[in-house]
């Protein structure tokens, strides 16, 4: 089975709530892993809230993404 975000919440400071098609609830605080210059505009909290799921994972209006398979393995 392919890992997939259905859902994403933004829950506080770098911090999501993703629920993931295999029907886990998990929570990820994605500060440590905002490195390199497509990250930089997403340690702007405003610009964080901006993301939207698509192409079965999260993405910001710049194109920063995170894989679904990163996103569920280091979440809570």
Same mark, same amino acid.
């Given at each position: ?12 400071? /770098?911090? !999501?709530?993703? +629920?993931?098609? *295999?029907?886990? $609830?998990?929570?990820? =605080? !994605? #500060?440590? /892993? !905002?490195?390199? $210059?497509?990250?930089?505009?997403? #340690?702007? *909290? *405003? ?8 192409? =079965?994972?999260? $993405? +910001?209006? =710049?194109?920063? *993404?995170? %894989?679904? $398979?990163? !996103? /569920?393995? =280091? %979440?809570?």
């Amino acid at each position: 089975m392919f890992i997939e975000v259905i859902k994403a919440q933004y829950v506080g400071l /770098y911090t !999501l709530r993703l +629920w993931f098609n *295999d029907h886990t $609830e998990k929570v990820i =605080n !994605l #500060k440590k /892993y !905002l490195k390199g $210059e497509i990250y930089q505009p997403l #340690k702007s *909290d *405003d610009f964080f809230r901006k993301f939207q799921i698509k192409f =079965n994972t999260i $993405e +910001w209006p =710049n194109g920063a *993404d995170f %894989a679904p $398979e990163f !996103l /569920y393995a =280091n %979440a809570e």
